[in-house]
């Protein structure tokens, strides 16, 4: 879909909605949108140097995603540019040089500052960014619930994370089940333990063994492992591994574990 948005956008010549297409394409995976995002910058030059700030700070996502270390000297001009003209997305990339110390000298305040800016502005990264540097852990929660909010899925599993530290086990819970329905592993994992152990919810192996089979569909693997031994400790019986298959979209899976592990004692 993004491909094709951003071939589109070239043909209109519409560079910079090309070029925001092409990354977002490559962040769903796809090495020929990355290739094109590189090839782009030949056409985002002119207009950033041309005063464009939205141009530049695409240029210095690009080459700090898609380039090496010898483009971090021009990556932090247009950067700075960006982030100068007030625009949100170039205060977040400029912060996160700044705060990484990426290609330019470390400066945490003025980070700080350009993080206040860019989420104050509306830009999700830069709530979530804002959120690791802020003293306040209430405001920290409430930016990275702003930035979860916004569609940034990695906020929603720092937030469970902090709120499993508060010991709010039930809201850090639903979080993790947030963020595992929208694609991130690690709250796949933290789901599914949390409901094989009864972490801010009664046990529920059946919701464990799900999380666990998204967790196989996601290319991660180890999780299977733990639902194995959930069989094998008699935790999950077979309708339930069934059950735990169907929520989770993957009755092959649910089949391959019950034989797997059952298949041997029915013999």
């Known amino acids: 879909m993004y491909m094709d948005e951003g071939r589109r956008a070239a043909e209109a010549g519409d560079w910079v909605a090309a070029g925001h297409a092409f990354v977002r394409a490559a962040m769903e995976g796809s090495a020929e949108d ?4 590189t090839r782009v910058t030949v056409e985002l030059v002119p207009l950033a140097d041309g005063g464009s700030a939205e141009a530049a700070a695409l240029l210095a996502g690009i080459y700090l995603e898609y380039f090496n270390e010898s483009a971090l000297p021009v990556a932090a001009r247009y950067a700075r540019a960006a982030a100068e003209a007030g625009l949100p997305a170039g205060q977040r990339t400029y912060g996160h040089m700044l705060v990484t110390g990426l290609g330019v000298e470390e ?3 003025r980070a700080l500052e350009l993080f206040q800016a860019a989420a104050e502005g509306g830009d999700t990264y830069g709530m979530f960014n804002l959120a690791q540097l ?3 852990p209430d405001e920290s929660l409430r930016l990275l619930k702003s930035a979860a909010r916004g569609g940034i899925v990695t906020a929603g599993a720092v937030l469970a994370d902090r ?5 709010r086990d039930e809201e850090a819970l639903g979080w993790y089940v947030w963020a595992a329905e929208r694609g991130h592993t690690g709250a796949m994992n933290a789901a599914a333990c949390w409901y094989r152990d009864g972490f801010g919810t009664k046990p529920d192996p059946v919701q464990a063994v799900r999380w666990f089979f998204v967790m196989l569909a996601h290319g991660d ?3 299977i492992h733990e639902a194995i031994q959930m069989v094998k400790a008699g935790v999950v019986n077979e309708e339930q591994i069934r059950e735990a298959g169907r929520l989770a979209g993957d009755s092959g899976a649910a089949e391959a574990l019950i034989g797997a592990v059952l298949g041997g004692e029915r013999a």
Do not use: I, Q, T
């Open 134 to 136: 802020v003293d306040d």
């Open 163 to 167: 709120l499993s530290a508060l010991d």
């Open 34 to 37: 990355a290739e094109l995002a």
């Open 107 to 109: 400066d945490r305040e």
């Open 221 to 223: 693997g180890n999780g």
